[in-house]
């Protein structure tokens, strides 16, 4: 499951992770939801974590990115380089497109 | 208001997050929808570099995960379920639990779900294996190894 | 995988305080009660085992497997990259088919390998729970899984690299990757100047593993 050849967000792709704070597992950091990156690749595609922590697998893979942030995007008070940067890894469904 | 604190680190327009809070305020997290384990960009202190000696019941916790895990198993606990299970454990438990700690608890809980084991057996089965090592502790537990 | 493993992940040179003592909380079997999570983890085994979920080989070949699982794997693939331009491009692209050429087992996800240069210094960290590559590098040392480290390197990985006694020149990009889900990562540091002509083995020694997570480099 790891084919890298389609993906809604092409690499370069402006993304906004997605204003949401729902109970259970997610693996979207907090820190991230809100802000806009930049795509560096997608990096295959793979079932569902927020389904798969409760025992369901039964579902269609999804497309997972890389997905670079800059650091003074990120964070007010960011002490380091103007171009220090993030890399996470984010579920198309929490992404959307972004100016 | 100390409990909407939190809620101003994310802004409409993805304005950057606040300044770092404090990990022990747990109703701001609570209101802010961030949850205990999910800390990137929390308030915290150095980092200690000690290291502590794995045991044997810690490379057996490792093992059995990596067993369960296995596809031809089901898998029967999946990484996915371990992590939400230890998630689900609350701020007080997963920070004062040690990695492993918060391993085998997680995964007894999601056997304990899955009908794989009872409650009972282990209740049992933890008083038995304590009253081995009281008896002979110089052995330590069995199975275990290194 | 959600941790690490490997029983030899301590005494490494260049990682630091590591004396093999117990921290305070740490059960410990020998000097008391057997913890109880500790013996959960006996109780557990004993009754999979019982039941036929496992048997007790299957427990046993785990554990020595994970063991046998250590830095030194990393080590020698950033050795090899660095003395062979072709192999240090493959194993960027496609680091498990690479690592395969060595018989290196990359384990069962994907790893991506982070070539540091000139203007790029990669840090890895799991902020969520702590994902490390344990096929390579072995179990994950205490401060990788530490509130600490995972609270702060995503804010000030420049300060937390300080602490390593790494410091970044302003002019290099410091990228710090969050290993938030179904990859696994891997830092290739810059060789160290100096050593034309070394060995494969002498390079591997020069390796440590914080260098392969990326809170130091490689120093002569």
């Given amino acids: 499951m790891t084919d890298s050849s389609d993906g809604a967000f092409p690499p370069g792709a402006r993304v906004r992770v997605r204003r949401a704070h729902p109970p259970g597992h997610v693996r979207t950091p907090h820190y991230c939801r809100g802000h806009i990156g930049e795509v560096e690749r997608l990096c295959g595609h ?6 798969l922590a409760y025992g369901r697998a039964d579902h269609a893979p999804l497309a997972l990115y890389r997905v670079r942030f800059r650091q003074r995007d990120l964070w007010p008070d960011y002490a380091g380089a103007v171009d220090d940067s993030v890399e996470i890894e984010l579920y198309e469904h929490w992404l959307e497109p972004a100016r | 208001m100390n409990r909407m604190t939190e809620s101003d680190n994310e802004h409409p327009s993805g304005a950057p997050n606040a300044a770092p809070h404090d990990p022990s305020d747990i109703r701001g997290a609570i209101e802010a929808g961030r949850r205990h384990h999910d800390m990137g960009g929390l308030n915290a202190g150095p980092i200690d570099r000690d290291q502590h000696g794995h045991e044997a019941w810690e490379h057996k ?15 029967l606990v999946r990484v996915d379920e371990l992590r939400r299970g230890i998630e689900e454990m609350g701020p007080g438990v997963y920070d004062t639990l040690t990695y492993y700690e918060r391993w085998i608890g997680s995964i ?39 | 995988m959600t941790g690490d493993n490997g029983a030899t992940s301590e005494n490494l040179p260049g990682s ?103 203007h790029v210094h990669n840090v890895i960290v799991c902020t969520l729970c702590s994902c490390y590559p344990v096929f390579l590098l072995g179990k994950s040392p205490d401060w990788y899984k530490s509130r600490n480290y995972r609270s702060r390197v995503v804010r000030e990985p420049r300060a937390v690299l300080a602490e390593f006694g790494t410091h970044i020149a ?44 990326g809170v130091c480099e490689v120093t002569r």
């Fill in chain 3, 170 to 213: 302003p002019e290099r990009e410091v990228r710090v990757h969050d290993s938030t889900a179904d990859m696994r990562y891997m830092v290739l540091p810059m060789r160290p100047g100096g050593t034309d002509g070394w060995s494969e083995e002498a390079l591997a020694a020069l390796i440590t593993r914080d260098a392969l997570v």
């Fill in chain 2, 61 to 75: 916790t490792d093992a059995i995960l990596r067993l369960l895990a296995a596809k031809e198993r089901g898998p």
């Fill in chain 2, 108 to 146: 007894t809980n999601i056997l304990v779900e899955k009908g794989v084991l009872t409650v009972d057996e282990l209740g049992r089965r933890i008083e038995a294996v304590r009253a081995r090592h009281a008896s002979s502790p110089a052995d330590g537990p069995e199975e275990g190894t290194q």
């Fill in chain 3, 16 to 118: 630091g305080h590591e004396h093999g003592h117990r921290h305070p909380n740490q059960p410990d079997l020998e000097d008391g009660p057997l913890g109880y999570y500790p013996a959960m983890a006996d109780a557990v085994a004993e009754l999979l085992i019982e039941k036929g979920v496992f048997g007790a080989d299957d427990l046993r070949a785990t554990i020595d497997y994970m063991a046998s699982r250590t830095p030194a794997l990393g080590a020698r693939l950033v050795a090899r990259a660095w003395r062979d331009p072709d192999f240090k491009r493959a194993l960027v692209a496609d680091s498990r088919a690479a690592a395969e050429t060595l018989d290196i087992d990359t384990g069962p996800t994907p790893l991506l390998v982070m070539e540091n240069t000139a």
């Fill in chain 1, 46 to 51: 793979f079932r569902n974590p927020e389904e």
